[in-house]
């Protein structure tokens, strides 16, 4: 049975009990009430009659002593008692009487004016003899007669108090007994139910107290025994399984604390390099940095990343030579995987020797390759290799938790310091990366004797064409040109946008041929490309260049921009769409 069946038994029987006495209780207290009732009420009627009594006892004496010796304080008397006898008469109402005594009360109520005009008679009547008949006429039928009445309603009431008092006294003594016999239920119920208890629920309450006290010390061996089907049984019973299946898991504890410290250590090296990449700005150092600590942190041989920006283009970088980008390409074929379809996939892939044979790439006996993906779009393969007893999913997990964080630190820190060097709209360097990077590239080729091109261009009309087609439409000019710009110059070459609609480039280690070519190139690309304003409506966006050399035109890279400036006006003044070199100017001829 349910320890909850039990209580529920437990709790009915208590509550019948209770109502049980409670009824009893009830009844025999009515029962005691109606017989003090009874008793109080007799004892007020004999009180009643004996204050009647002596009321009457004591006005006969006062109108004697008066008759006998008539003054004033004695007639005062006399008035007194009478007045009395009044308020007796009217008391009647606080308690029952019997129709003989009921009779009596109206029979004085009736007479209590004749009455009282008697006494008023005797008191003040001049005549002495006459006074004394009246006094005798009063005695008789007021004092003699109701007082004969009195005593015998005394006498009936004297044996009504007794039967009354004897009716108390045993209705007293059975609520006694009741309730002496109620107790007694009521303890052996409890102990009926303590002993139920405690072998149902206190002793087995117990077992498992001391065996949790054994098991908090460390002893696992203890099983309860409670033989019972209710809850306790199955707590038993599950307490039992617990502590087999602690049994089973102790020993694995000392690998669950291992693995918390690895996390303990790989959120130390997190931290200290995130720190370092807040302080590095050069992308491939952070990277070979991040390769390094990687593979250190999985205690592994090799690591490398195959990183691909949003431009398209890839970087590969690893801690050792010997692994390339094609070392990585034909260790993924093994899974007939790619770099582009684990990225996709997003799922990281152990590669062992014992499952895949040998692996016969470049050295590599295990890797673990996991896809990287940051929020901003920067994307890399990381593989660790050369793992001593292979790699496994904790690795993974280990390798994930480390990587995913540092990965998403590194590329914010790329996004944002190519924030700083280039400009929002078209991408390309800002003012300030120009001017640092043209006198770099003129302190080169003065130390080492080469030319160094500028070229400026400036967009034609392209106020107008703001102010007829809209900013937006100007922008994605401004956007056009960069990207033509982009598409012709050498991966040496350097492209800025100089501010508003002018650009500029440096063409470093190049000849005067070549750097015009580069700008009739650009210029062309652009002429021969109209530009789509609606799906009707094409225009055709030209540019004007000026290009001047170092050290031809000059040595100062202010006055260089000067020339190039120079070189751009004069396109402009001389019908645009075209490019200038300053050294074939007339002004410069001249």
């Known amino acids: 049975m349910k320890l909850k069946s039990k209580f529920d038994i437990f709790t009915a029987l208590l509550v019948l009990l209770f109502f049980l006495v409670l009824a009893s209780s009830f009844f025999i207290n009515g029962y005691v009430y109606k017989k003090t009732e009874q008793l109080t009420n007799a004892t007020r009627e004999i009180n009643f009659l004996v204050s009647l009594k002596t009321s009457l006892k004591q006005l006969e004496h006062y109108l004697w002593a008066y008759l006998a010796d008539p003054v004033k304080e004695k007639r005062k008397q006399v008035k007194e008692s009478m007045d009395r006898f009044y308020s007796l008469v009217g008391r009647t109402t606080d308690f029952k009487l019997n129709e003989d005594e009921l009779r009596m009360i109206r029979y004085l109520r009736r007479n209590i004016e004749r009455f009282s005009s008697l006494v008023n008679r005797i008191l003040y009547s001049s005549e002495k003899g006459k006074a004394g008949v009246l006094f005798q006429g009063l005695r008789s039928e007021l004092f003699e007669q109701v007082g004969k009445q009195i005593d015998e309603h005394w006498s009936e009431d004297v044996v009504k108090v007794d039967r009354a008092s004897a009716a108390y006294y045993r209705a007293r003594k059975r609520m006694i007994s009741f309730f002496v016999a109620a107790f007694v239920a009521l303890v052996l119920a409890v102990i009926s139910i303590r002993t139920t208890i405690s072998r149902g629920i206190i002793k087995p309450i117990s077992k498992i107290s001391h065996s949790s006290r054994l098991m908090a010390k460390g002893a696992l061996n203890n099983d309860i025994r409670i033989s019972s089907n209710d809850e306790l049984g199955e707590l038993a019973g599950n307490f039992n399984s617990m502590a087999a299946s602690l049994r089973e898991k102790i020993g694995g504890l ?208 392209f106020k107008r064409f703001n102010d007829t087609y809209g900013h937006q439409a100007g922008d994605e000019v401004l956007r056009r040109i960069a990207s033509t710009i982009k598409d012709n110059i050498r991966a040496v070459d350097f492209a800025a946008r100089y501010g508003g609609e002018e650009f500029v480039i440096i063409l470093p280690e190049t000849d005067c041929d070549r750097a015009y070519k580069v700008a009739e190139r650009i210029r062309q690309a652009l002429e021969n490309s109209p530009f789509q304003i609606t799906d009707s409506s094409r225009v055709n966006i030209t540019i004007s260049m000026g290009i001047s050399c170092f050290p031809h035109d000059t040595t100062d890279k202010e006055d260089l921009i000067k020339k190039a400036d120079t070189a751009l006006y004069f396109a402009k003044q001389n019908g645009r769409n075209r490019a200038v070199l300053y050294r074939e100017m007339p002004v410069a001829e001249g």
């Open 254 to 461: 000392e690998s669950s604390y291992q693995r918390g410290q690895r996390v303990v250590r790989e959120l130390a090296i997190l931290n200290e390099f995130i720190g370092y990449v807040s302080s590095e700005t050069e992308f491939e150092t952070v990277l070979h940095r991040f390769v390094g600590i990687t593979s250190d942190l999985m205690k592994a041989d090799l690591c490398s990343i195959l990183v691909f920006p949003e431009d398209g283009s890839s970087l590969f970088i690893c801690n050792e030579d010997i692994i390339t980008e094609e070392s990585i390409e034909r260790l993924l074929l093994k899974r007939n995987e790619g770099p582009g379809s684990v990225l996709e996939k997003q799922k990281a892939i152990i590669y062992n020797a014992q499952e895949d044979g040998a692996l016969s790439v470049d050295g590599i006996r295990n890797a673990l390759v996991l896809p990287l993906i940051s929020t901003i779009g920067l994307s890399a393969v990381l593989t660790v290799m050369n793992k001593n007893g292979g790699f496994d999913y904790d690795d993974e997990d280990s390798l994930f938790g480390f990587a995913f964080q540092a990965f998403q630190t590194i590329a914010f820190q790329n996004e944002l310091a190519r924030l700083a060097v280039t400009d929002g709209l078209t991408g390309l360097y800002n003012h300030r990366i120009f001017q640092e990077r043209l006198a770099a590239e003129i302190r080169r080729a003065g130390r080492y004797k080469r030319k160094l091109f500028l070229v400026m261009l400036d967009i034609d009309y």
